[in-house]
Structures are given as structure tokens and as C-alpha cells.
């Protein structure tokens, strides 16, 4: 095959051509730090990439609505240990008034301390986080307890919020188990018995009640106290997720920048040799003597 000065000229240039199109694209991982910058180039990174992304975001979707979960739990512990802190404090007065010694009037002053601890319960049953009623299940929008006739319209409509793939959990607590009817009834009839002179043994009676309600709080704790501690432990694989699929996404499709500055190097000696090469190649040809 007879070989041409215009071959060798057309070889060259189209070398030269792809050494330059080398050197753009490891320039170009430099610059952005990825393998690829669109999905033309490589469609098996692309297509995982795509993957490693939507398993990212659902991971940290998942962490978000754990920080809903944490929110609504913290609230709620902390209006019960305030709630159980003055059923106690009604039991203790409850303690004092059975004592024989106590005048007419003491127990009257010891009402009225039962019935602002009262009010105080219904201001707790009655807690608000980001305008939400947190004690009225399902039903965030619509006050528990009426704070003047002290009438409830509590639903116990579980809060459920997704925190992993198909696993819902309980946000809120079961309301009508400790802030109920039977709660401010008893309380509101301690305060009258006081004032109308009740004996001991309708008193005991009274403290009986109070013991109860002290139980149902510390027993609707403790089941919150359950629920949180397994909000923890999906808190924690969900960060190892989040590391994980973060190291998948990474390996993927972040560039070795090492390993690119070496072909980059490599490269820049070739396109140099190769423009040397050519150089020689274009030589004057016969045509250039004649003009």
C-alpha cells in the first residue's frame, strides 16, 4: 500500500486529536473530582450512582423523621415527670391532711393547693410543641382538656412515623391512660372532702386513688421509655448506613486523584512525544521548493 504525505498528516493530527481529548478528561476529573461528568461517559457508574444516591436520601429522610420521633418523646417524658411530680405532691398533702391535728381552716388551705395542682395538671395535659397538642393523639389541632369545666376530649389515635423501611413507631403516649376523667374526678373530690370536714378513712380512701394515678404515669413512662430506647437503636444502624452507602457513593464515583495526576503526567509525555513525532513528519515537501 503506498503511503502518502496527507496520510501521515491526517494519522497525526487524529492522534494528536485523542491525546487531547486524554489530556480534557483527566483535567476535567481534576477539576471536579469525579470519574465522569455526565452519563454518556461511563452508564454502569451513572446507573449506580443513581442507586447509591436514592439510598442516601432515604437513609437521611429516615434520620429526619427520627428527629420528629425524639421531639415528640422528649416532650412527652418531660410533661410526665412534671404531671407525676404533682400527683405526688397531692399524695403528700393527702398525707398531712389525714392527720387528726389539722384544723378545719388548714384543710381548707390545703384544698386550694389540691385545686391549683389540678389546673396545673390540666396545663400539662394540654402541652403544645410547634402548635401541635401532643397529648391528644392523632388530633393535634384540638385542645385535651378544658382548663375551665376541666372536660376531656382526649383521642388515644396512635402517631406512628415511619423511622426505617417498613418500621413505623409510636410517637405520642396513650393519653386517656393517665390523663382521664377519673384523674381530676378523684382530685376534684380530695378538695371537697377536705373542705367538708371528710374522715380519715374517706381520706385514705382519696390517697388509695392517688397511688393509682402515680402507677399509671410511672407506667406510661416506662413504656415510653421502651419506645426510646429502640428509637436509639434504629438511630444507630441508620448511621451506619449513612457511612456506608456515603462510602459506596464515594468509591463510585469520586476520582482517584492520585492515580489521575499520574496518567495525567503519562499522558503529557506522550502527546509531547507524539507532537515531536509529527514535527518530523511535516516535513517541506517538493510542492514548497517549487513555489
Not at 446507573?47 to 439510598?55: L, P, V
Not at 412534671?82 to 384543710?107: C, H, K, M, W
Not at 441508620?238 to 464515583?253: F, I, P, R
Request: proline share 2%; glycine share 6%; no cysteine.
Amino acid at each position: 500500500m503506498r503511503v502518502t504525505q496527507g496520510m501521515l498528516s491526517n494519522n497525526m493530527l487524529r492522534n494528536l486529536s485523542n491525546s487531547y481529548g486524554d489530556l480534557g478528561k483527566y483535567q476535567e476529573q481534576l477539576s471536579t473530582g469525579k470519574k465522569i461528568s455526565k452519563p454518556s461517559q461511563d452508564p454502569v457508574v451513572a446507573m449506580k450512582g443513581m442507586n447509591y444516591r436514592s439510598q442516601l436520601g432515604q437513609v437521611e429522610q429516615f434520620q429526619r423523621n427520627i428527629g420528629e420521633v425524639h421531639n415528640w418523646m422528649d416532650n412527652s417524658d418531660a410533661a410526665l415527670d412534671e404531671a407525676t411530680q404533682a400527683i405526688q405532691r397531692i399524695r403528700e398533702l393527702n398525707v398531712q391532711a389525714s392527720n387528726g391535728t389539722y384544723e378545719d381552716e388548714e384543710r381548707e388551705n390545703i384544698a386550694k393547693e389540691v385545686r391549683q395542682l389540678k389546673e396545673h395538671l390540666a396545663e400539662v395535659g394540654n402541652t403544645q410543641v410547634n402548635g401541635k397538642y401532643i397529648f391528644n393523639g392523632a388530633n393535634t389541632t384540638e385542645k385535651p382538656i378544658d382548663s375551665d369545666t376541666f372536660e376531656l376530649n382526649v383521642t388515644d389515635t396512635p402517631v406512628e412515623i415511619e423511622v426505617s423501611s417498613g418500621v413505623k413507631i409510636q410517637a405520642n403516649i396513650t393519653s386517656g391512660s393517665v390523663f382521664n376523667e377519673d384523674l381530676f374526678a378523684d382530685i376534684e373530690k380530695f378538695a371537697s372532702d377536705l373542705e367538708s370536714g371528710a374522715s380519715e378513712d374517706e381520706l385514705s380512701s382519696s390517697l388509695s386513688q392517688m397511688d393509682n394515678h402515680v402507677n399509671s404515669f410511672v407506667g406510661e413512662r416506662a413504656d415510653l421509655g421502651a419506645r426510646m430506647n429502640r428509637v436509639e437503636l434504629i438511630e444507630d444502624r441508620l448511621g451506619t448506613q449513612q457511612v456506608s452507602a456515603t462510602k459506596m457513593m464515594s468509591d463510585n464515583e469520586d476520582a482517584d486523584i492520585e492515580k489521575v495526576i499520574t496518567d495525567l503526567k503519562a499522558q503529557e509525555s506522550v502527546h509531547r512525544a507524539a507532537m515531536g513525532v509529527g514535527a518530523r513528519i511535516i516535513q517541506p515537501s517538493l510542492m514548497d521548493f517549487l513555489r
